[in-house]
């Protein structure tokens, strides 16, 4: 028998306090199967409420007004007679009041709405969830204040579950700031399409009332029964840096030639084990956002809004979740967060390209709208506004963001410095920010984010900053030749030189980003070309190369890759823009060629495809239609280039081309329905009276066919 959530979650605790688990999990959650994001909506395109979010007004308005409140943070305690009506909902005279409805399990969710980037002052969206045959407390959910820098977003932050399978929402303020096309988007452990919900597919359930969350029900056992003693930390004690790399050894793997690192290790000079996009399972498909990399010098620590109920196992697809809510449903492009952490202790990359990152530099995400450029982004899975993160995350936080300003040379992280405020928020569009070089969101947005205790913490966080920043600015002048850090390959030309662009290194070529020097794999643009470098080294490839697309060709000399026509040897190929060669028939502005199926080589001449004969020119390959002189003989190809044999005809005379070659018959030819004559000079059928060796002959003046002959006069 499987063991339930709660017994599992146990286990994990129990087993990390052992060290018989690492802190690095990274299993997926085994309900893991592709499910659609559920839609449920709450207001139609013109702002009012839909039929879905109304259900529960009318048993709103019927039933007892509970005493739960944002302001007095009252709830019925467990086990105590509360006469309340299950759908009642937090504030006055909600606007918005939704049936509690049981839902497909999802990890994570969020609010999104159109015409707006902000919600209205006074205008309140709640959501509460079932776990476990248990309902939530509400919590009120406000707009995001995270978003790329170059605009804002229409959502609210993502609010993590431990696996919610039944959901309730309200809305209150005044009907006139409801937003258009508000909905709640629950993404599930692998989310694949999307799902409206309709009120004629929900089923309502059971809900007893339930408070507002406050301090008063949130409660630090939820988040902490399950972790392990601050004590046995995986991988040394709590706030020790005995997972870090020997720093008499420099941070890195020395190897003469790239080499692929396996996943979930400890990579060069990280402090601790970090899962990778690739371990976590991201969807490269949904991902829109191009990695940009700036010169970084401050680290924003989040936390996530939710029931901080989630298990060490379910991680890994929570991440997932916040991917998907992030890349597709808010249409960010990919997650905004640099990195994560779990309330176990678990790092997550999260931004594309935060791992490659060279030291000094970090791509930028979408975690603080605003001062997104110039800082890298830490989320803390769980919601810190009254309980306290673990030890374990506030070690991990600390030890990624020291390692980060370490590594940029910035060894005080206390340091105050100045930040680039670049859209009007909380502050002024071009404002520069004098904050510590480890700073919490609501510092810089119109958010509480990462939760009062959560902000709290930040001094905790900063003291194991400090330590691991001393240990990873150390120099490493004894850096030379290929070095692995964070993922990435780096080439040092001279002793603590690191190499940029281009560089020749033996007999290859390799293209280290400009920006990072992180050694580029796959397909790059370099200028207006397209180079391709092997997966397995990072060397430039040249000539021939086949991939799952096709075939390509890379020129021999310099590696750019084929486009348009191309002569390879004595034959001529096509590329398509692509690069991808093409094959069969191909349409280059109004002419057509034939390119060898096996081979790609164009054809020339006569070539048979299929049952059909066509020519295609000798001197350019081109497919040849109307009369052609091949040799003594005359041919005709149709508009299809499709070569004509037997009676053809050709504007309003008749031809006749032999079955067996296509060439044009003349003079006498006999078949089985009669015998005909074809003009010596030009091939057309002759009709009608005709005078050859002194005898007439008369041919049907429709058919052709011979019908008598009779000798001259005379003759």
Request: hydrophobic share 40%; glycine share 14%; charged share 15%.
């Amino acid at each position: 028998m499987p063991a339930s959530r709660p017994l599992r979650a146990l286990l994990a605790g129990a087993l990390l306090a052992l060290g018989l688990v690492p802190a690095t999990v990274a299993a997926a959650d085994p309900a893991t199967r592709p499910a659609p994001v559920q839609i449920l909506p709450l207001t139609t395109s013109s702002g009012h409420v839909t039929e879905v979010g109304q259900a529960g007004l009318d048993q709103a308005a019927s039933a007892p007004q509970a005493p739960a409140s944002k302001d007095t943070g009252t709830q019925a305690d467990a086990g105590t007679t509360d006469t309340s009506s299950p759908t009642t909902a937090p504030g006055t005279a909600p606007l918005v009041l939704t049936d509690p409805v049981k839902v497909d399990s999802f990890l994570v969710a969020g609010f999104r709405w159109s015409g707006t980037d902000t919600l209205p002052e006074g205008l309140s969206v709640y959501l509460r969830v079932r776990e476990n045959g248990a309902w939530s407390p509400w919590y009120e959910s406000g707009p995001s204040s995270a978003g790329k820098d170059t605009g804002g977003v229409a959502g609210s932050d993502e609010f993590v579950t431990g696996g919610a399978d039944a959901v309730q929402v309200s809305v209150a303020g005044r009907s006139e700031d409801l937003p258009a096309d508000l909905s709640l988007a629950m993404v599930p452990a692998t989310p694949s399409g999307e799902a409206t919900l309709q009120a004629g597919d929900l089923e309502t359930t059971a809900a007893e009332p339930t408070g507002v969350a406050t301090s008063s029900t949130e409660s630090q056992d939820s988040l902490t029964d399950r972790l392990t003693s601050p004590a046995t930390l995986p991988g040394g004690g709590a706030g020790t840096t005995s997972d870090t790399t020997d720093s008499t050894t420099g941070s890195g793997d020395h190897l003469t030639q790239p080499a692929v690192v396996g996943a979930g290790s400890s990579v060069g000079s990280l402090p601790v084990d970090v899962n990778t996009r690739a371990d976590w399972g991201a969807d490269p498909s949904v991902m829109t956002w191009d990695p940009e990399y700036v010169a970084a010098h401050h680290v924003v620590v989040h936390h996530t809004a939710g029931t901080n109920n989630y298990s060490a196992w379910q991680s890994a697809s929570i991440v997932r979740g916040i991917y998907h809510y992030h890349a597709v449903v808010l249409d960010w492009g990919d997650i905004g967060y640099n990195f994560l952490v779990d309330k176990y202790g678990q790092v997550f990359e999260g931004r594309s390209g935060s791992l490659a990152a060279a030291p000094g530099q970090m791509v930028i995400g979408a975690h603080a709208r605003g001062v997104n450029t110039g800082s890298m982004g830490i989320s803390m899975l769980g919601d810190y506004s009254w309980v306290r993160p673990s030890d374990m995350t506030l070690d991990r936080v600390g030890k990624m963001a020291g390692w980060f300003l370490g590594r940029a040379g910035y060894t005080d992280v206390n340091q105050v410095a100045g930040i680039l405020v670049r859209t009007t928020e909380k502050y002024q569009a071009g404002t520069v920010l004098n904050l510590p070089r480890i700073f919490g969101h609501r510092d810089s947005g119109n958010t509480a984010c990462p939760g009062d205790t959560g902000y709290s913490m930040l001094g905790t966080i900063r003291s194991i900053a400090q330590d691991q920043a001393q240990i990873s600015s150390r120099p490493s002048t004894n850096y030379l030749g290929w070095v692995h850090e964070g993922g990435s390959w780096y080439y040092f030309s001279s002793p603590g030189v690191m190499a940029t662009g281009w560089v020749q290194v033996g007999e290859n070529w390799y293209y280290l980003d400009p920006g990072t020097g992180a050694m580029v794999t796959g397909w790059a643009a370099v200028g207006s070309r397209w180079f391709y470098f092997r997966s397995d080294s990072g060397a430039m490839a040249t000539g021939w190369i086949h991939l799952s697309s096709g075939w390509y060709y890379l020129d021999p000399t310099n590696g750019a890759m084929a486009t348009g026509w191309t002569q390879i040897g004595p034959d001529w190929f096509y590329f398509d823009a692509t690069g991808v060669m093409s094959t069969g028939w191909l349409q280059v502005g109004s002419r057509w060629f034939y390119l060898d199926p096996a081979t790609g080589a164009m054809a020339l001449g006569r070539i048979q495809v299929g049952s059909r004969w066509y020519y295609l020119d000798p001197t350019n390959g081109a497919m040849v239609t109307g009369w052609v002189a091949i040799g003594s003989d005359w041919y005709y190809f149709g508009a299809s280039g499709a070569m004509a044999t037997g009676w053809t005809v050709v504007g309003s005379r008749w031809f006749y081309f032999r079955s067996d070659s296509g060439a044009m018959a003349t003079g006498w030819i006999q078949l089985d329905s009669g015998r005909y004559y074809l003009d010596p000079a030009t091939g057309a059928m002759v009709t009608g009276w005709i005078l050859l060796d002194s005898t007439w002959y008369y041919l049907d003046p429709t058919t052709g066919a011979l019908v008598t002959q009779q000798p001259a006069k005379g003759a």
